[in-house]
């Protein structure tokens, strides 16, 4: 969809006139309220973003308005919700108040360092838009494909958000400036942890946090195939991603790249060890995922998943040659051959003692 920035209309508003978004999609789900006060999104836009950064630079040199804040009228009050500018907002809320500046500083302490008669302008540019779909374009450009990119989860959470609002992955994908197959797979990463939070009830703080590594994670086919999730191609709007059986798994991936509370059961410290981890959950006879629930040690893990993929080698290099020997159509063997054949007996009836596993069988039926 196309946005006449022409037809934007720009305005002069003060400080009291304009509103922080609660609908910001840099914001987690629980900050996402309507009934947060405007301080309230101040103290957590200051714990999160460093809005005194802004602050600091306006009461040194001035407030510049070659960048006008953006905003779309508020449906309730005689006011403006700023749509694209937040810190800006805040360190401009901040400066002009004493008291939000005292509240700012109980959780950093360098508020209070900022000068008390900064001296601001009465009002201050900003452009006001239709409805905040008419800005897709600006803050997909400026913040996923720009030079202000925003944190992974909150460009996934933004797609996301637009498919919610009824755009389609390619529709969002020529809007944000990035590849079809990229916006559908921040848009499948993004929808996993929501289904593990509103369907499988799994915690994906953690996962949230660090979402780039997820999405490395979900880039590799064999950690997909783990927890059934599809492929970008195959990704579908209408679905959860994943199916329902995909819970317990979905739950211990995230544990082994994330960890439970203080980090147990975490088995990943560095994001090249994901191919690895890969290679484990792919295991069909499932001891290497053993191992690494035992030793919590991806390389010990891969150890033992060298070990038994040597084994199988070697066992079916063993029955193509005998299989080769009965072909050959020998009438009569000496003795020394007699001996060697008798050797393979007695160590093929001893393999065969062993515990019959997953690996056992894929040995005796060929796989």
């Not at 070659?66 to 810190?87: C, F, H, M, W």
């Not at 005292?102 to 900022?114: D, G, I, M, P």
């Not at 798994?249 to 544990?255: P, V």
């Not at 084994?311 to 079916?316: E, K, Q, T, W």
Request: aromatic share 8%; proline share 5%; with cysteine.
């Amino acid at each position: 969809m196309a946005t006449n920035a022409g037809s934007w209309t720009p305005r002069r508003l003060t400080i009291d006139q304009m509103l922080l978004d609660y609908q910001n999609p840099r914001f987690p789900v629980e900050y996402q309220r309507p009934e947060l006060s405007q301080d309230e999104l101040c103290l957590f836009i200051d714990k999160r973003y460093d809005p005194l950064q802004i602050a600091r630079s306006i009461a040194r040199h001035g407030y510049f308005e070659s960048e006008p804040l953006i905003a779309i009228q508020d449906e309730t009050k005689d006011a403006y919700v700023i749509v694209e500018g937040n810190r800006r907002l805040t360190a401009l809320k901040a400066l002009s108040s004493s008291s939000l500046r005292e509240k700012l500083a109980t959780q950093t302490k360098a508020w209070r360092s900022l000068p008390s008669d900064v001296s601001l302008p009465d009002d201050f540019p900003v452009i006001v838009v239709k409805d905040r779909f008419s800005i897709v374009p600006l803050l997909g450009f400026r913040h996923i494909s720009g030079i202000e990119p925003w944190e992974p989860f909150a460009q996934a959470r933004f797609i996301a958000s637009l498919v919610d609002q009824g755009s389609s992955l390619e529709e969002i994908a020529g809007l944000v400036g990035r590849g079809l197959t990229e916006v559908r797979s921040m848009y499948r990463d993004h929808e996993i942890l929501r289904q593990a939070t509103e369907q499988f009830e799994i915690d994906t703080t953690r996962a949230e946090e660090s979402f780039g590594v997820f999405s490395a994670a979900m880039g590799r086919t064999k950690i997909r195939n783990y927890i059934k999730a599809p492929d970008p191609r195959d990704v579908d709007t209408e679905y959860w991603p994943l199916p329902e059986e995909s819970a317990p798994k979905l739950d211990r991936l995230l544990t082994y790249v994330f960890g439970k509370e203080e980090g147990e059961g975490r088995v990943i410290h560095d994001s090249r060890q994901l191919q690895g981890l890969g290679d484990i959950l792919a295991d069909p006879s499932g001891e290497a995922e053993s191992i690494l629930d035992e030793t919590k040690d991806v390389d010990l893990a891969l150890q033992g998943l060298r070990g038994n993929q040597q084994f199988l080698g070697y066992i079916r290099s063993a029955e193509r040659a005998i299989n080769s020997a009965v072909g050959v159509g020998a009438t009569s063997i000496d003795d020394v051959t007699r001996q060697r054949l008798i050797a393979i007996r007695n160590a093929s009836e001893s393999l065969l003692e062993l515990p019959c596993s997953d690996l056992a069988e894929g040995v005796a039926d060929g796989t």
